[in-house]
Structures are given as structure tokens and as C-alpha cells.
């Protein structure tokens, strides 16, 4: 999705790609251990359905005023799609950001209210993601 080399090495594959998220954002551990012990005997967690959790919980903390780890979490996400393998790319850019768009998630709060905390690449990603639902412009 990023167009980079799939061989280049990476830091994050969807077995580590949690760890710094529950550094920067402790307060998301119970969710992310029930989700882990309900998906333990499959082969691959559904990282989409984890960053759909995520983007519930960063909603539900931009709605209650609690942004004071937002930079944190956006740090991580940011090392998810420079850093993560193809999986961890596009369930982040896919999974997390796309729902982070989706108005009818947000009650008293609007999409755009993330952007002061995204990072280069996920603002790339962020106007991509946006320009493919307004007008169909492909994302890659």
C-alpha cells in the first residue's frame, strides 16, 4: 500500500504491533486482552477488528476531552505504517484511520478533529483515505 519494498526490513508484524500502543495508551489494556483472549486460537488476530475497537476508544476519549495521550497513540500509529509489514500497513491505514473518518461513529465530535495529531504519513493517508470516499480517487 505504501509502495516500499516488501522485503525492507520492519519492525512491526501483528504479534508486537500492540506493545507500544499500550505504553502510549494504558488505558486501552482490558479491551486489547479481552479482544487477544477471545482470538487466541486463530492463526492471525483480525487486526481490523482490534483498530476498529481502537478507533471506538480514541472516539469515545476525543468525546470526554481526554486527548492528553492522543500524541502518544498517534506516534505509534504513525510507526505502525512506516515501520509495520504489509498487514500491519493497511489494517492501520484501513482498519484504524478509515474508521476514525466514518462521521456516523462520532456523536458530538467530527473526523477532523484527529488531524492535529496526525503525523506525516498518516496525513498522507488521512487525505487519501478521504479523497477515495469523496470522489473515488484510488488509494494507491
Same mark, same amino acid.
Given at each position: 500500500?505504501?509502495?516500499?519494498?516488501?522485503?525492507?526490513?520492519?519492525?512491526?508484524?501483528?504479534?508486537?504491533?500492540?506493545?507500544?500502543?499500550?505504553?502510549?495508551?494504558?488505558?486501552?489494556?482490558?479491551?486489547?486482552?479481552?479482544?487477544?483472549?477471545?482470538? @487466541?486460537?486463530? =492463526?492471525?488476530?483480525? %487486526?481490523?477488528?482490534? &483498530?476498529?475497537?481502537?478507533? /471506538? #476508544?480514541?472516539?469515545? +476519549?476525543?468525546?470526554?476531552?481526554?486527548?492528553?495521550?492522543?500524541?502518544?497513540?498517534?506516534?505509534?500509529?504513525?510507526?505502525?505504517?512506516?515501520?509495520?509489514?504489509?498487514?500491519? @500497513?493497511?489494517? =492501520?491505514?484501513?482498519? %484504524?484511520?478509515?474508521? &476514525?473518518?466514518?462521521?456516523? /461513529? #462520532?456523536?458530538?465530535? +467530527?473526523?477532523?478533529?484527529?488531524?492535529?495529531?496526525?503525523?506525516?504519513?498518516?496525513?498522507?493517508?488521512?487525505?487519501?483515505?478521504?479523497?477515495?470516499?469523496?470522489?473515488?480517487?484510488?488509494?494507491?
Amino acid at each position: 500500500m505504501t509502495g516500499e519494498n516488501e522485503a525492507a526490513d520492519f519492525a512491526f508484524d501483528g504479534s508486537n504491533m500492540f506493545e507500544p500502543l499500550m505504553a502510549a495508551d494504558p488505558s486501552f489494556r482490558g479491551q486489547w486482552d479481552r479482544f487477544h483472549d477471545e482470538w @487466541r486460537d486463530e =492463526a492471525e488476530e483480525p %487486526l481490523y477488528l482490534a &483498530l476498529s475497537e481502537l478507533a /471506538l #476508544h480514541l472516539i469515545h +476519549h476525543l468525546e470526554a476531552g481526554k486527548t492528553d495521550r492522543f500524541s502518544d497513540i498517534f506516534d505509534v500509529v504513525e510507526r505502525w505504517i512506516v515501520e509495520g509489514n504489509r498487514h500491519v @500497513r493497511e489494517a =492501520a491505514i484501513v482498519g %484504524l484511520l478509515e474508521d &476514525l473518518q466514518n462521521p456516523s /461513529l #462520532h456523536r458530538s465530535t +467530527h473526523p477532523d478533529h484527529f488531524k492535529p495529531w496526525l503525523r506525516p504519513q498518516s496525513a498522507f493517508w488521512w487525505a487519501k483515505l478521504y479523497a477515495f470516499w469523496s470522489d473515488g480517487t484510488p488509494l494507491v
